[in-house]
C-alpha cells in the first residue's frame, strides 16, 4: 500500500470491521496455548488484498501461531462473508506486528529504567 496516499473512509471502516471479525475469530478458534492479539488490519484501495496484524503471547509460541492464523485463512474468509456486507471479501494475509512488538519492548525498557533510577 502506499504509504503516501491517505486512506480512504471506506478502507478504514473495512479495516476496522476484519480486525473485530479476525479478533472473533482466533479468540474463537485457537487452542488457547497462545494468546493472538489483532493489533490492527488494512486493505488495498480496491478492497481485494489486505493483511491481519497480529501479536502472540508468550513469544516462543509466535511461530507456531502464525502458522495457524495462516492455516485459517480460508475459515476466516468464510467467517468474513457472513459478518461483513460488501461485494469483494480481500485475500488476507497475516503477520506478526513488529512495530507494535518493538513498541511494547520500548515501554518494557522505559518501565526497567525507571525501577533504576529509584
Known amino acids: 500500500m502506499d504509504a503516501n496516499k491517505p486512506l480512504s473512509k471506506r478502507q478504514i471502516q473495512v479495516s476496522l ?3 473485530s471479525i479476525a479478533q ?3 479468540q474463537r478458534e485457537s487452542s488457547g496455548l497462545s494468546l493472538i492479539t489483532v493489533t ?3 486493505v488495498s484501495p480496491d478492497m481485494r488484498s489486505g493483511t491481519i496484524f ?3 503471547l508468550p513469544e516462543d509460541k509466535e511461530e507456531a501461531a502464525i502458522n495457524f492464523a495462516k492455516r485459517m485463512r480460508t475459515d476466516l474468509r468464510h467467517a468474513i462473508m457472513k459478518r461483513m456486507p460488501v461485494k469483494v471479501i480481500p485475500f488476507l494475509e497475516v ?3 513488529y512495530g507494535e ?3 511494547q519492548h520500548i ?3 522505559l518501565r526497567e529504567s525507571k525501577k533504576q533510577e529509584k
Open 54 to 56: 497480529i501479536t502472540v
Open 24 to 26: 472473533d475469530f482466533f
Open 101 to 103: 512488538k518493538n513498541r
Open 40 to 42: 490492527r488490519a488494512e
Open 95 to 97: 503477520e506478526i506486528d
Open 107 to 109: 515501554d518494557a525498557l
Open 17 to 19: 470491521e476484519l480486525r
